[in-house]
């Protein structure tokens, strides 16, 4: 539905300036896991996306045009024709990856490793959820080795050593027995799993976010795994599966909030969690519970249909694209609640190049529940009617609203300086341009 925008004069009220971040730090920031050392087996089914050749026909054209700037994996050792093969084809897209240094690699190695990329590793990273079972001596032992041997390595030592990747640490807890890592990595590393929880919920990223800052000592905190389970087909209920799942539409709704709340909340770069599904929706006749693996691909399942996530991100990696270099300009805006939804409102500001403002906002309340017998339903967010006043003048108006199905609707407008009355504001990404 388009929404009316009734157009007055500014009048003359003090405004908070805002400097904004530049557009392209959205592109910029995001990656995604690729598995592509997975391949066909006894266990796939025909058509497998990971198997050949479904990864040629479907994962890298969706790479090719999705805006994707950085891939996380494979690591250093198994290298095969296979692999060497999809590691070609993403370096020619202009792909950058990242690299995780398992416990126990061959430093002896890491030369090979760094050319078999062409040199285009963005990072490498310490071992993977170390923290599922280690102590933290034994993680900052080994990432203690890891940061010894990219120093030690002439060729390498100028890419940064991340942290491992974290998720069920207690700062607390590690303070008392261990020193932070910053003097072993060069930023943070943290998994932000949420379960079906929507970003804003509650203190998830807040608390993630905290939990890093404390244990990496400071460090700027990069989230190299961030994802949802779609549900699987006949997973009608949480008491299907140990980890809850979201429908698609949901799905796409929510990560876009999520990579651009992400960056509001001051994380670095992100790695979604995964291109596409690598487990079936097998149901366990033992266990009642579908594999709890299933349906972490963003763009694709596991046969390689799309997903609306896939669209969506990539619609908002290409609106927000810009790599031209400048310095933004502030500017004075003020939001003001009106009538309707009062909930959780969250709004971010991004200028481009060309001096076109971005101004993004949402309500950041969940769209997904369930019902009075625990089955999985979703959830009406009732709008927010609000006034935006711009403390410069606009030229020209323009709309975006990002729709679950990974289309963008645009409702254009001629510019009228200063006071926006009765703007709608949904639980779905919309990005206000002008100048």
Request: one cysteine or more; glycine letters at 8%; a negative charge.
């Amino acid at each position: 539905m388009r929404t009316l925008f009734v157009l007055a004069l500014m009048t003359s009220t003090a405004l908070a300036q805002t400097m904004p971040k530049p557009a392209d730090t959205i592109p910029q920031s995001f990656g995604i896991v690729d598995h592509m050392a997975f391949h066909d087996n006894v266990n796939t089914p025909p058509g497998f996306v990971y198997g050949d050749p479904q990864y040629d026909a479907i994962i890298q054209p969706w790479l090719a045009k999705s805006g994707v700037r950085f891939i996380r994996g494979p690591s250093c050792t198994g290298f095969n024709s296979m692999i060497l093969h999809r590691i070609q084809e993403s370096l020619a897209l202009g792909i950058k990856f990242s690299i995780v240094l398992e416990q126990g690699f061959n430093a002896s190695t890491l030369d090979a490793c760094y050319n078999n990329f062409a040199g285009q590793i963005n990072d490498y990273e310490g071992s993977n959820e170390p923290d599922l079972g280690e102590r933290c001596a034994a993680i900052t032992a080994n990432q203690t080795i890891a940061w010894n041997a990219v120093q030690a390595d002439a060729l390498i030592k100028h890419v940064p050593l991340w942290g491992p990747s974290l998720t069920l640490t207690n700062p607390v807890n590690w303070l008392a027995n261990c020193a932070p890592l910053n003097k072993v990595a060069a930023a943070g590393n943290w998994h932000t799993y949420i379960h079906a929880a929507n970003p804003e919920a509650g203190i998830w990223m807040t608390s993630y976010l905290d939990h890093c800052n404390k244990v990496f000592g400071g460090e700027t905190c990069n989230i190299t795994e961030f994802g949802y389970r779609t549900c699987q087909p006949g997973e009608t209920s949480p008491s299907l599966n140990r980890i809850a799942c979201v429908s698609q539409p949901i799905s796409a709704r929510y990560f876009t909030r999520w990579v651009l709340y992400n960056k509001k909340l001051g994380y670095g770069q992100m790695y979604a969690h995964q291109i596409a599904d690598n487990h079936g929706p097998a149901l366990n006749p033992t266990t009642g519970q579908y594999d709890e693996q299933s349906g972490y691909g963003v763009a694709f399942d596991w046969l390689g249909v799309p997903k609306p996530a896939g669209a969506t991100l990539s619609t908002l990696l290409a609106r927000f694209k810009d790599p031209t270099t400048f310095s933004p300009t502030p500017l004075a805006y003020a939001i003001t609640h009106v009538s309707g939804n009062a909930g959780v409102r969250i709004d971010d500001l991004y200028q481009k190049s060309t001096g076109e403002y971005m101004l993004v906002v949402w309500l950041g309340q969940p769209g997904w529940g369930v019902d009075s017998i625990n089955n999985y339903i979703p959830v009406t967010v009732a709008p927010e009617v609000v006034n935006i006043q711009l403390g410069t003048s606009a030229t020209s108006i323009s709309i975006d609203t990002y729709e679950d199905d990974g289309s963008v609707v645009t409702v254009r407008h001629a510019g009228v300086a200063g006071l926006f009355r009765d703007v709608k504001v949904t639980d779905k990404i919309r990005v206000i341009r002008f100048k």
